[in-house]
């Protein structure tokens, strides 16, 4: 099983819609997660981190359920800009003694279209 | 603040042929790794090192190896290219703390034919 799976997509949608993508990670003990945003040919960039609290950024709203081993991330009011890949990313510290070491999903596409 | 720098950027390579990317990041960053991303598969962990003097492998490192000659640098090194390491191959680094921001390379886009 891999340690992180995101829906496959792609995800089509128009301007203004909302969309979700769902992630989920296999390692109960994660220490932290994040958002990346990655355009075609381009490095990934961070997009937001995912607290269990839930957090917003704009039109960006992440949320984690640590009990369901769950992460999402909800588009709101969707831009042409926002057309790019999004991957999910967990970190395994725990494994490396507390480093780092990210370990990111295969990414959902999303595509706006007007 | 250049970031991270990789290189090259573009690289074509015959069967059997080796060679060495390299990376160097100028944030005093510990933590380095390397990734592949392929059509579909996201990025997948190569290798990755903690720490300056560290290497582990990651989810694919078979055919690679890693030097993390000092805190700034990690080279990623190919002995006999094969068709199947046709890839795009960042290079990242991280800080300490949970919550650290990535910060990867521009890629390197490599062809094995």
């Known amino acids: 099983r891999k340690e992180v799976e995101q829906d496959p997509g792609p995800f089509n949608v128009p301007e203004g819609a909302t969309v979700a993508f769902n992630c989920t990670y296999s390692?109960?003990?994660?220490?932290?997660f994040f958002w990346y945003r990655q355009d075609c040919r381009k490095e990934p960039k961070l997009l937001m981190s995912v607290y269990s609290s839930g957090n917003e950024d704009g039109r960006f709203t992440a949320q984690l359920n640590r009990a369901s081993q769950y992460i999402s991330l909800l588009i709101r009011d969707s831009k042409l800009s926002d057309s790019a890949t999004y991957l999910c990313?967990?970190?395994?510290?725990?494994?490396?003694?507390?480093?780092?070491?990210?370990?990111f999903g295969a990414g959902t596409r999303l595509a706006v279209h007007p | 603040n250049a970031g991270v720098t990789q290189t090259p950027k573009f690289q074509v390579l015959k069967t059997g042929q080796s060679m060495t990317l390299q990376c160097a990041q100028d944030?005093?960053?510990?933590?380095m790794y390397w990734y592949r991303q392929d059509p579909g598969m996201g990025l997948r962990l190569i290798y990755y090192?903690?720490?300056?003097?560290?290497?582990d492998k990651g989810e694919v490192p078979n055919g690679y190896n890693v030097s993390r000659l000092n805190k700034r640098e990690f080279s990623l090194r190919l002995e006999s290219a094969a068709p199947s390491q046709t890839s795009v191959y960042f290079c990242?680094?991280?800080?300490?703390?949970?919550?650290?921001?990535?910060?990867f390379g521009q890629g390197t886009r490599l062809t094995v034919v």
């Open positions: 090192s903690a720490s300056e003097g560290t290497t």
């Open positions: 990313v967990v970190n395994l510290s725990h494994l490396s003694g507390g480093y780092n070491k990210l370990i």
């Open positions: 944030m005093n960053h510990n933590s």
């Open positions: 990242a680094s991280t800080d300490r703390g949970l919550s650290t921001e990535a910060f």
């Open positions: 390692n109960s003990a994660s220490q932290s």
